[in-house]
């Protein structure tokens, strides 16, 4: 917010054109998304309509009237039955009227029965033509009769060469279905039964068989279209099924222009839902398919997004200039808490090292040997100062200017065991008690002697460990960059609290040598 704050009083026409930017862009990400939100809530609908008009499509045909007459001939009517099996029929036997009756009431093309051989044995046909003994064996829906279950099958008649639907039924021997028949009653349909429910209910809607050939619609000019490639193979199997006639014989048919699988699709600069389902007629060969399609441009008008988009960017441009004006006043009141909020992060980061400090203070008084201390300050001085190297000397009890390795921490080569006061820099640090800070210059490296030996640190920082004017110690630390006053002043406190640790050691050790020392009382004997 501070940075923000900052652009806008130093860069206010940059603000205000960054402003006007973002509410266009957010105008328009508004309006397209409100435009594909209603788009998807739209093919949800028309994937329900799909659906519902794929049930409807099966109630009216595998489960509608037509249906419903035939499957009752195939189980009931005694002379259809003795017609299949090429029985002698009796002279009252009136096969023919039944067909025609039926033919008659349910609008049928045509209606025949076939025997279990597959030829045609009785048939009524409204153009009057006879085709009595043609062999229709190979035809699925004959074949799906002959196990004993009902089916729709949509082919191109062989004897007329138009568009129909077959609906067969079984014919059982008993007046009892059974898992297979003796023959078949068939009525043949005009497509216009499946094509009344599809006219005037979908901008563009299409029946496709399990090959995927567009067999019915409102689109006239799409039928016999293929869905996907026509490749050799495909276009091969689809002629040994003889289900379309000779309409593939003369030609490779042409392709859809578009993929009918549910989502959006584009044709001739429009954009269109598709919604899918599928059509169970128990053919073999598999499901047929119902595909719809719906123009957004018509259902979902770009218009009404678009005046959401501008609303959404009215609004964004106003909150905005609003931000603006508040950002300008948040700026003076940021210039005049900066410095207090510099003081109070000090005040923080000191109250959290006075907290670590006391901590470490709490650590280096437990040790009881001067190697357990040496290890815990280093661990520590890692801690409180990123110092990763370093060594502490201890002052001898009885020569205070001999100073004796108590540790080190991370040399590459292990510093020398005695270092006399004035040798080397820890030991001139130590001779004049002086905190000393040696940093790398800019532009290079130098090579220093020091208690860790030859070494190119970025910054050594030295320090006496005194007690009321008494040496009793020094330390160098190496540290991975040059040290701040603040840096230095924790330094300082860290090596008081070692002073008194080891002040405090010191004084232990002294009192166990001496305790050592003292005679022990000679023992009389009785």
Same mark, same amino acid.
């Given at each position: 917010?501070?940075?923000?704050?900052?652009?806008?009083?130093?860069?206010?026409?940059?603000?205000?054109?960054?402003?006007?930017?973002?509410?266009?862009?957010?105008?328009?990400?508004?309006?397209?998304?409100?435009?594909?939100?209603?788009?998807?809530?739209?093919?949800?609908?028309?994937?329900?309509?799909?659906?519902?008009?794929?049930?409807?499509?099966?109630?009216?045909?595998?489960?509608?009237?037509?249906?419903?007459?035939?499957?009752?001939?195939?189980?009931?009517?005694?002379?259809?039955?003795?017609?299949?099996?090429?029985?002698?029929?009796?002279?009252?036997?009136?096969?023919?009227?039944?067909?025609?009756?039926?033919?008659?009431?349910?609008?049928?093309?045509?209606?025949?029965?076939?025997?279990?051989?597959?030829?045609?044995?009785?048939?009524?046909?409204?153009?009057?033509?006879?085709?009595?003994?043609?062999?229709?064996?190979?035809?699925?829906?004959?074949?799906?009769?002959?196990?004993?279950?009902?089916?729709?099958?949509?082919?191109?008649?062989?004897?007329?060469?138009?568009?129909?639907?077959?609906?067969?039924?079984?014919?059982?021997?008993?007046?009892?279905?059974?898992?297979?028949?003796?023959?078949?009653?068939?009525?043949?349909?005009?497509?216009?039964?499946?094509?009344?429910?599809?006219?005037?209910?979908?901008? %563009?809607? *299409?029946?496709? =068989?399990?090959?995927?050939?567009?067999? +019915? !619609?409102?689109?006239?000019?799409? /039928? $016999?279209? &293929?869905?996907?490639?026509?490749?050799?193979?495909?276009?091969?199997?689809?002629?040994?099924?003889?289900?379309?006639?000779?309409?593939?014989?003369?030609?490779?048919?042409?392709?859809?222009?578009?993929?009918?699988?549910?989502?959006?699709?584009?044709?001739?600069?429009?954009?269109?839902?598709?919604?899918?389902?599928?059509?169970?007629?128990?053919?073999?060969?598999?499901?047929?398919?119902?595909?719809?399609?719906?123009?957004?441009?018509?259902? %979902?008008? *770009?218009?009404? =997004?678009?005046?959401?988009?501008?609303? +959404? !960017?009215?609004?964004?441009?106003? /909150? $905005?200039? &609003?931000?603006?004006?508040?950002?300008?006043?948040?700026?003076?009141?940021?210039?005049?808490?900066?410095?207090?909020?510099?003081?109070?992060?000090?005040?923080?980061?000191?109250?959290?090292?006075?907290?670590?400090?006391?901590?470490?203070?709490?650590?280096?008084?437990?040790?009881?040997?001067?190697?357990?201390?040496?290890?815990?300050?280093?661990?520590?001085?890692?801690?409180?100062?990123?110092?990763?190297?370093?060594?502490?000397?201890?002052?001898?009890?009885?020569?205070?200017?001999?100073?004796?390795?108590?540790?080190?921490?991370?040399?590459?080569?292990?510093?020398?065991?005695?270092?006399?006061?004035?040798?080397?820099?820890?030991?001139?640090?130590?001779?004049?008690?002086?905190?000393?800070?040696?940093?790398?210059?800019?532009?290079?490296?130098?090579?220093?002697?020091?208690?860790?030996?030859?070494?190119?640190?970025?910054?050594?920082?030295?320090?006496?460990?005194?007690?009321?004017?008494?040496?009793?110690?020094?330390?160098?630390?190496?540290?991975?960059?040059?040290?701040?006053?603040?840096?230095?002043?924790?330094?300082?406190?860290?090596?008081?609290?070692?002073?008194?640790?080891?002040?405090?050691?010191?004084?232990?050790?002294?009192?166990?040598?001496?305790?050592?020392?003292?005679?022990?009382?000679?023992?009389?004997?009785?």
């Amino acid at each position: 917010m501070k940075w923000l704050a900052n652009f806008v009083a130093t860069h206010t026409r940059w603000a205000w054109a960054t402003i006007c930017c973002f509410a266009v862009l957010v105008g328009l990400l508004v309006a397209l998304m409100d435009l594909r939100g209603r788009e998807h809530q739209q093919l949800t609908l028309l994937q329900t309509e799909a659906k519902r008009s794929s049930l409807e499509i099966q109630s009216k045909t595998l489960n509608g009237n037509i249906m419903g007459a035939i499957t009752l001939l195939g189980l009931i009517d005694g002379d259809i039955k003795q017609e299949a099996t090429n029985g002698l029929l009796s002279q009252d036997a009136h096969i023919d009227a039944t067909l025609s009756t039926l033919g008659n009431a349910s609008d049928a093309d045509a209606v025949f029965v076939v025997g279990q051989d597959g030829l045609v044995k009785t048939a009524w046909d409204r153009a009057g033509k006879l085709f009595s003994g043609l062999d229709v064996s190979m035809r699925p829906y004959f074949q799906i009769a002959i196990r004993g279950q009902n089916s729709v099958y949509a082919a191109v008649s062989m004897s007329t060469g138009e568009r129909v639907a077959y609906f067969a039924a079984p014919v059982f021997a008993e007046r009892a279905r059974a898992t297979s028949g003796v023959g078949a009653v068939v009525a043949r349909v005009n497509l216009e039964l499946v094509n009344s429910m599809l006219r005037d209910r979908f901008d %563009v809607a *299409l029946l496709l =068989s399990p090959q995927g050939v567009v067999f +019915a !619609g409102n689109q006239d000019a799409w /039928l $016999g279209a &293929l869905e996907g490639v026509a490749t050799p193979e495909r276009l091969k199997a689809i002629r040994a099924l003889n289900q379309f006639g000779a309409h593939f014989n003369k030609a490779d048919p042409r392709s859809l222009p578009l993929p009918l699988t549910a989502g959006f699709e584009t044709l001739d600069g429009k954009r269109f839902a598709v919604a899918t389902a599928p059509v169970r007629w128990n053919d073999p060969t598999g499901e047929w398919k119902l595909a719809v399609m719906e123009d957004m441009g018509r259902t %979902v008008p *770009l218009a009404d =997004s678009l005046w959401k988009g501008l609303l +959404a !960017g009215v609004v964004i441009f106003l /909150l $905005g200039w &609003l931000g603006l004006y508040l950002l300008k006043g948040r700026h003076a009141q940021d210039q005049a808490n900066a410095q207090l909020q510099v003081f109070a992060a000090h005040q923080q980061q000191m109250a959290e090292f006075r907290k670590q400090l006391g901590s470490a203070a709490v650590q280096l008084q437990r040790c009881e040997t001067l190697e357990q201390l040496a290890k815990e300050f280093f661990i520590q001085a890692r801690l409180l100062l990123d110092a990763p190297q370093g060594v502490l000397y201890v002052a001898d009890i009885d020569r205070p200017d001999v100073l004796r390795l108590a540790g080190c921490s991370a040399c590459a080569e292990t510093p020398p065991d005695v270092l006399d006061a004035g040798d080397g820099l820890l030991g001139q640090c130590a001779q004049d008690r002086q905190t000393r800070v040696f940093a790398t210059p800019a532009g290079g490296h130098w090579t220093v002697r020091s208690g860790l030996g030859d070494a190119v640190p970025s910054a050594l920082i030295m320090g006496p460990i005194v007690i009321r004017d008494t040496l009793i110690g020094a330390v160098e630390l190496a540290l991975l960059k040059a040290p701040e006053q603040t840096t230095t002043d924790n330094f300082a406190e860290l090596l008081a609290a070692l002073a008194n640790s080891l002040e405090i050691l010191r004084r232990n050790l002294l009192l166990q040598q001496m305790a050592n020392q003292r005679p022990q009382p000679m023992e009389m004997n009785p």
